[in-house]
């Protein structure tokens, strides 16, 4: 399995600023992904993240408004940038054991509130 | 698109009964199958994963795959109401890097 922590584990922003959230694993990955979650909704891709190359984005999510980086195989970030109160949600780090049937494996998350 | 359907629920169990969990998925190669909890207000967590027809169990969980079918189930036994919680079935279809999660069923098991 993996260990994953996630940072901050929830904020409250104001509009318009960018908040980066990290995402560490105790073990290196290939593969990171990163999710958005509203309350009582199913799991939304936001971009798969591999060390060494761009993110790729899903339909319907930017690099500009969701920077990613990927410096090494233990750690990713997240950055929401220009916030709205759209944005409010969970934001989920996720990594994929190849392995372990690539089995994938989730962060704690990042509750975040825009006001 | 490759899909995962589940049924949204909520499931109601009584405590003590079985329950089950039904999932399908459109991409008949798929090869690697997830069963995850999530409760209300956390990240998922792994129950189990299957990849060969027939059953898989651990402790009071156990997961059927039919791959003729295109079906996936999770049958918790004994259920308490500590599974309460919403269940994610995914999928990792062939030639990609994706898994695929359905939207999840919630399930409420009554004390």
């Known amino acids: 399995s993996a260990v994953i922590s996630q940072k901050p584990s929830r904020d409250i922003c104001q509009r318009g600023t960018s908040l980066t959230i990290q995402c560490q694993v105790d073990?290196?990955?290939?593969?990171m992904f990163w999710y958005r979650q509203q309350p009582g909704q199913s799991l939304t891709l936001i971009a798969t993240a591999n060390q060494g190359s761009e993110a790729t984005y899903e339909s319907g999510f930017v690099i500009d408004k969701f920077p990613i980086s990927r410096p090494n195989l233990t750690f990713s970030t997240l950055t929401v940038s220009n916030m709205s109160p759209e944005d409010s949600s969970i934001y989920l780090c996720s990594v994929q054991i190849p392995l372990l049937r690539d089995t994938q494996y989730f962060g704690p998350g990042t509750r975040l509130t825009v006001l | 698109q490759k899909e995962v359907e589940q049924n949204s629920g909520p499931l109601s169990v009584p405590e003590g009964a079985i329950a089950s969990l039904n999932c399908t998925y459109s991409?008949?190669?798929?090869?690697?199958f997830f069963w995850y909890r999530q409760y209300s207000g956390k990240s998922p967590e792994l129950i189990m994963f299957i990849y060969s027809n027939g059953d898989k169990e651990d402790g009071r969980f156990t997961a059927q795959l039919n791959k003729a079918s295109q079906y996936v189930s999770l049958l918790i036994r004994d259920s308490q109401p500590s599974d309460s919680a919403t269940y994610l079935c995914?999928?990792?279809?062939?030639?990609?890097?994706?898994?695929?999660f359905g939207a999840g069923t919630r399930l409420f098991v009554k004390a």
């Open positions: 991409d008949r190669g798929s090869q690697s």
């Open positions: 995914a999928v990792k279809p062939t030639g990609g890097f994706k898994t695929i």
């Open positions: 073990s290196q990955v290939t593969m």
